[in-house]
């Protein structure tokens, strides 16, 4: 007896951000879908962000005031909907001394304030360079600054939830995953994958949706008829030891034009990017350059009283963007080429495809609500959206209510500490209980790997959240790579490989 196929209403390409918030909007809306991913959840552009919440005021300088109140907007709707992995962040603008630079600085940060409808979020003031909330940092040549406010996110986090909210309103997520070829049949597009162990499976769905990121040309140009160029551009950022005790960022202004973030990362470390440089082949693995580490470490060194210097540097990281080509962009600067997104829909055999070009976490949401906007007339049965009031998973708390939420759970859990509480609440917000269980001391968390990861934690990353090896929770579901040693690598590798047979 000949076994009936599998229809999908969406086939998704791409377990990135946009991939995985584009999956989750589609499933909430009752449509039937499935996305592939051919490595980690999360693990290219997305997680090597500037981890960044932002309505992007570099943006106004190139007048993109359609991109920037909507990233406004945005920020605003993800900060409510997602407390526990997002929280607000005040950045210092220290000022130029030239006063019409200095005007055209606070215009902007006028504009960035009022653009688009904030309401959580303080506004923008002006204080000494020399603040005794700052310390001694800032080098002398700095009278005044401009102080403003963005928020953090942990963004592999946000992609992985998205992805966990997919599943449990009824997305198959497949990751690991590599779709090797795309053809129509009958009145279907069918997707042939392969996984990393060689098995390969045929899916069949009404429609496509291309959120590859760097590869998104890769399967466009074997199926469609037009030929749309993007931009791959390199981004790097180094980790540095905590460069000062404060929590504000930075907000650096180059003499080439670039702009670099300084930000308080994982409580004893210091983030600094990025960089802006083409990336021609995607077959190559992006790296963080020698050149690279050196300009950020120079860039940082004019503005504080620091001796960074290349063995400063405790880890780096790149990752490639695909932007979209536009003929007016300026050919000679990176930092021009639009960061909005286009959608293209296309119908070949009457089948369609939607390509993503484009995009960044802040405007993730609107995007995939985009997308939904443009399939509707292949689906009208769709539902509406939904999104924008809807938090991601263990985000069902008020901001101001985080601190709340650690002290009770360390009330509960007599065993956690305040740095260890803090972690957890920080990651799953109100589902620490399903994680924790019935627990009642520390033992019966299991293994101890070190840093307050637990066998108990390992194994709920591997059922809930697609997490397949040790890479996949130091780095991504975690930032726990930063502490461990060798040793304790080893020894969560070694767990991996006894208890879980790919």
Same mark, same amino acid.
């Given at each position: 007896?000949?076994?009936?196929?599998?229809?999908?209403?969406?086939?998704?390409?791409?377990?990135?951000?946009?991939?995985?918030?584009?999956?989750?909007?589609?499933?909430?809306?009752?449509?039937?879908?499935?996305?592939?991913?051919?490595?980690?959840?999360?693990?290219?552009?997305?997680?090597?962000?500037?981890?960044?919440?932002?309505?992007?005021?570099?943006?106004?300088?190139?007048?993109?005031?359609?991109?920037?109140?909507?990233?406004?907007?945005?920020?605003?709707?993800?900060?409510?909907?997602?407390?526990?992995?997002?929280?607000?962040?005040?950045?210092?603008?220290?000022?130029?001394?030239?006063?019409?630079?200095?005007?055209?600085?606070?215009?902007?940060?006028?504009?960035?304030?009022?653009?688009?409808?904030?309401?959580?979020?303080?506004?923008?003031?002006?204080?000494?360079?020399?603040?005794?909330?700052?310390?001694?940092?800032?080098?002398?040549?700095?009278?005044?600054?401009?102080?403003?406010?963005?928020?953090?996110?942990?963004?592999?986090?946000?992609?992985?939830?998205?992805?966990?909210?997919?599943?449990?309103?009824?997305?198959?997520?497949?990751?690991?995953?590599?779709?090797?070829?795309?053809?129509?049949?009958?009145?279907?597009?069918?997707?042939?994958?392969?996984?990393?162990?060689?098995?390969?499976?045929?899916?069949?769905?009404?429609?496509?949706?291309?959120?590859?990121?760097?590869?998104?040309?890769?399967?466009?140009?074997?199926?469609?008829?037009?030929?749309?160029?993007?931009?791959?551009?390199?981004? #790097?950022?180094?980790?540095? $030891?905590?460069?000062? %005790?404060?929590? @504000? !960022? +930075? *907000?650096?202004?180059?003499? &080439?034009?670039?702009?670099?973030?300084?930000?308080?990362?994982?409580?004893?470390?210091?983030?600094?990017?990025?960089?802006?440089?083409?990336?021609?082949?995607?077959?190559?693995?992006?790296?963080? #350059?020698?050149?690279?580490? $050196?300009?950020?470490? %120079?860039?940082? @060194? !004019? +503005? *504080?009283?620091?001796?960074? &210097?290349?063995?400063?540097?405790?880890?780096?990281?790149?990752?490639?963007?695909?932007?979209?080509?536009?003929?007016?962009?300026?050919?000679?600067?990176?930092?021009?080429?639009?960061?909005?997104?286009?959608?293209?829909?296309?119908?070949?055999?009457?089948?369609?495809?939607?390509?993503?070009?484009?995009?960044?976490?802040?405007?993730?949401?609107?995007?995939?609500?985009?997308?939904?906007?443009?399939?509707?007339?292949?689906?009208?049965?769709?539902?509406?959206?939904?999104?924008?009031?809807?938090?991601?998973?263990?985000?069902?708390?008020?901001?101001?209510?985080?601190?709340?939420?650690?002290?009770?759970?360390?009330?509960?859990?007599?065993?956690?500490?305040?740095?260890?509480?803090?972690?957890?609440?920080?990651?799953?917000?109100?589902?620490?209980?399903?994680?924790?269980?019935?627990?009642?001391?520390?033992?019966?968390?299991?293994?101890?790997?070190?840093?307050?990861?637990?066998?108990?934690?390992?194994?709920?990353?591997?059922?809930?959240?697609?997490?397949?090896?040790?890479?996949?929770?130091?780095?991504?579901?975690?930032?726990?790579?930063?502490?461990?040693?060798?040793?304790?690598?080893?020894?969560?590798?070694?767990?991996?490989?006894?208890?879980?047979?790919?």
């Amino acid at each position: 007896m000949k076994r009936k196929k599998t229809i999908y209403d969406v086939f998704v390409i791409g377990g990135g951000i946009n991939g995985c918030g584009i999956a989750r909007d589609a499933t909430g809306r009752g449509l039937k879908v499935c996305l592939a991913e051919m490595s980690d959840l999360g693990s290219g552009t997305s997680s090597a962000s500037t981890k960044l919440i932002h309505g992007g005021l570099r943006y106004l300088r190139y007048f993109d005031f359609r991109l920037v109140r909507e990233s406004l907007k945005e920020r605003e709707v993800l900060l409510k909907n997602m407390p526990h992995i997002c929280w607000p962040m005040r950045f210092v603008l220290p000022a130029p001394k030239a006063m019409l630079q200095k005007m055209v600085i606070r215009l902007g940060l006028f504009i960035y304030d009022n653009l688009g409808g904030r309401t959580i979020l303080p506004g923008t003031k002006t204080i000494r360079a020399r603040d005794p909330n700052l310390g001694t940092i800032l080098r002398n040549k700095f009278s005044s600054a401009f102080v403003f406010s963005d928020c953090w996110v942990e963004d592999a986090r946000l992609v992985i939830l998205n992805a966990v909210d997919a599943k449990k309103r009824g997305a198959q997520v497949l990751t690991h995953t590599k779709v090797k070829s795309i053809k129509r049949e009958e009145k279907y597009w069918k997707v042939t994958t392969e996984s990393k162990v060689g098995i390969t499976k045929e899916f069949f769905s009404y429609s496509i949706v291309n959120a590859a990121g760097p590869w998104v040309n890769a399967f466009n140009n074997n199926i469609s008829k037009e030929n749309t160029s993007i931009h791959l551009v390199k981004g #790097s950022h180094i980790v540095v $030891k905590k460069m000062f %005790e404060h929590k @504000n !960022s +930075y *907000f650096l202004l180059g003499q &080439d034009g670039r702009i670099i973030f300084v930000i308080p990362f994982q409580e004893d470390f210091t983030l600094i990017g990025t960089t802006e440089k083409p990336h021609d082949d995607i077959s190559r693995e992006p790296t963080c #350059s020698k050149e690279e580490k $050196k300009y950020l470490i %120079e860039f940082a @060194n !004019s +503005y *504080f009283n620091s001796n960074l &210097d290349l063995e400063s540097v405790v880890w780096s990281y790149s990752g490639v963007r695909s932007l979209y080509k536009n003929l007016t962009d300026n050919q000679g600067s990176m930092s021009s080429i639009t960061r909005d997104y286009m959608l293209h829909v296309e119908l070949i055999n009457e089948l369609p495809i939607l390509t993503v070009y484009g995009g960044k976490l802040t405007t993730y949401r609107k995007l995939a609500e985009n997308v939904l906007f443009k399939m509707k007339s292949y689906f009208p049965k769709m539902g509406e959206s939904w999104t924008s009031e809807e938090p991601l998973p263990g985000g069902n708390f008020k901001l101001n209510e985080k601190a709340r939420l650690v002290k009770e759970l360390r009330e509960k859990y007599s065993f956690l500490d305040e740095k260890w509480s803090t972690r957890l609440i920080n990651s799953y917000g109100t589902l620490c209980d399903g994680l924790l269980g019935d627990s009642k001391t520390k033992e019966d968390l299991g293994i101890d790997f070190g840093h307050s990861l637990t066998e108990k934690e390992v194994k709920w990353l591997i059922e809930k959240e697609f997490a397949s090896c040790e890479e996949d929770i130091l780095w991504r579901r975690t930032k726990l790579g930063l502490r461990f040693t060798k040793k304790q690598e080893k020894k969560l590798s070694e767990w991996f490989q006894n208890n879980l047979s790919m």
